[in-house]
């Protein structure tokens, strides 16, 4: 006697984030999106001024919750004084509070500079480590900082999703994650190899300058052309 047995239908698996399935068309779109990019500005650079690795993290940190204007404003002065951890050292909180009080959570980024320089101090000879871990141990460095860092010195393909790169990945059906982290997830994959050390700085440029957040700049735009999202703001 031949036992039958019930067909059991398995759930759908949810795909995880920045494991969607992605299209040979959806694949050549993105190349070439990127390809354009490249073509318009090729070794795309933060526009915070920084003359080191430790003056680049340090500018970094304290652009949290602050633009780029108003920290390269505060570190004018704050690094002809105290390039080095061991100068900030030297420095004090109070000091470099003198410096960096026009920006916004002056007094806990203070903190967390000082703490960062004792750290570079004890742990590493005063010079700031060029690899995620020890970065991400720094206080007041976390993920998106160090991945700003790391992309900037073309270390480690990372892209840094702040939010104009969030908006940018959104509008450009690069990316469908509701977090910084899924977004994060989604370009890795998305984006070719060779782009993904200057992808977060196209981003954020674009973002900042054109594809702002009320009313994108598409008349101007070079890339609008690859934009799905291009006839809902023209003309708008």
């Keep these: 006697m031949v036992a039958t047995m019930a067909l059991q239908t ?4 949810k795909a995880r984030p920045g494991t969607r399935r992605i299209s040979p068309a959806q694949r050549q779109r993105v190349a070439t999106l990127f390809d354009r990019f490249e073509s318009l500005e090729l070794r795309p650079k933060t526009e915070l001024n920084y003359r080191n690795p430790y003056e680049l ?3 970094v ?4 919750q602050a633009t780029d204007v108003q920290v390269n404003k505060a570190t004018g002065s704050l690094f002809d004084v105290a390039d080095s951890p061991e100068k900030m050292l030297a420095l004090g909180e ?6 960096i009080a026009s ?15 004792r ?6 000879g005063g010079q700031v480590p060029l690899n995620r871990n020890d970065l991400e141990s720094l206080p007041g460095v976390g993920r998106k900082t160090a991945s700003v860092v790391l992309n900037e010195l073309d270390i480690e393909p990372a892209i840094a999703v702040d939010t104009h790169v969030f908006r940018v990945a959104h509008r450009l059906k690069l990316a469908a994650g509701k977090t910084p982290d899924a977004v994060e997830a989604e370009l890795m994959r998305i984006v070719p190899g060779p782009f993904q050390t200057r992808a977060h700085h196209w981003m954020i440029l674009h973002g900042r300058y054109v594809c702002v ?11 609008s052309d690859l934009c799905p999202s291009r006839e809902l703001f023209l003309g708008a």
């Design 10 to 13: 398995k759930p759908a698996k």
């Design 57 to 59: 993290v340090t500018a």
């Design 61 to 64: 940190a304290l652009s949290a």
């Design 94 to 99: 109070e000091g470099l509070i003198r410096h």
């Design 103 to 117: 920006i916004g959570l002056f007094r806990t980024k203070a903190r967390n500079v000082m703490a960062a320089a």
């Design 119 to 124: 750290i570079l101090m004890d742990r590493h």
């Design 213 to 223: 957040a009320r009313k994108p700049r598409c008349e101007i735009c070079k890339i």
